[in-house]
């Protein structure tokens, strides 16, 4: 069955605008998290939905949203942009948010460059 | 606070050599523990867990076993391979919150033929 998909792959923005990221979980799995991945943050875990409703949420600024679809489709909205928010973005689906049992399947991410 | 440590690299190893990745962790009651992979370009892929003490994840050579009573959750592999070069994380899911998993800052190896 096909993974996580995000789109896009790559992005290239100027401060003060917006951006949207796209991420398709794998067939049939209802919860997704958004990570952002700094080199000098590490992995930063940035919020998680399930059933179309926010479950959990990292230490981001306001300017972090996202939301789900009905068919688990997630999005995630950055606003008006800092050179900070330069990052690969990432996100994982789990089958329900459990994954203690099931571990994450992270797609392949979205590399933002803010200039 | 929950938190992983996880040994600083650049780790690089020649081919067939025995790799340890070391890693600790601070949490409260019985987290999950996982090692994840980041091959250059690529998302992170699951490379083995384990949920309760004592338990020993394995795959494609490369184990780890949770120990409660040091913390520690280290990564080893008796022979090594050019192909297992990349970025190592150590995680964990605190006990009763599977949702927020914390990464460990992740150790890149190195394997040299």
């Known amino acids: 069955k096909a993974g996580v998909t995000q789109t896009p792959r790559y992005l290239i923005k100027t401060r003060g605008q917006q951006v949207t990221l796209s991420c398709s979980p794998i067939?049939?799995?209802?919860?997704v998290s958004w990570y952002q991945q700094t080199p000098g943050q590490g992995l930063q875990f940035l919020f998680e939905?399930?059933?179309?409703?926010?479950?959990n949420k990292g230490n981001f600024p306001g300017r972090f949203s996202g939301r789900q679809f009905s068919n688990s489709r997630s999005e995630m909205n950055v606003s008006t942009l800092e050179l900070g928010d330069s990052a690969l973005y990432l996100c994982?689906?789990?089958?329900?948010?459990?994954?203690?049992?099931?571990?994450?399947?992270f797609g392949s991410g979205t590399r933002l460059t803010v200039v | 606070g929950n938190s992983v440590t996880q040994m600083e690299g650049p780790v690089t190893l020649s081919e067939e050599a025995f790799l340890t990745i070391n890693c600790t962790y601070t949490?409260?009651?019985?987290?999950?523990l996982f090692w994840y992979v980041q091959y250059p370009g690529e998302g992170l892929q699951l490379l083995l867990k384990?949920?309760?003490?004592?338990d020993k994840g394995s795959n494609k050579g490369f184990e780890a076993t949770y120990r409660k009573e040091t913390t520690s959750f280290h990564l080893e592999k008796g022979s090594v391979q050019v192909s297992d070069s990349a970025v190592y994380f150590c995680?964990?899911?605190?006990?009763?919150?599977?949702?927020?998993?914390?990464f460990g800052a992740g150790t890149r190896l190195t394997v040299k033929p």
């Open positions: 994982a689906s789990s089958l329900v948010p459990d994954s203690a049992n099931y571990g994450y399947t």
């Open positions: 067939s049939g799995h209802r919860s």
């Open positions: 939905y399930f059933s179309e409703t926010q479950r």
């Open positions: 949490a409260t009651g019985y987290p999950s």
């Open positions: 384990a949920t309760k003490a004592d």
């Open positions: 995680a964990l899911t605190p006990s009763g919150n599977n949702n927020d998993m914390r």
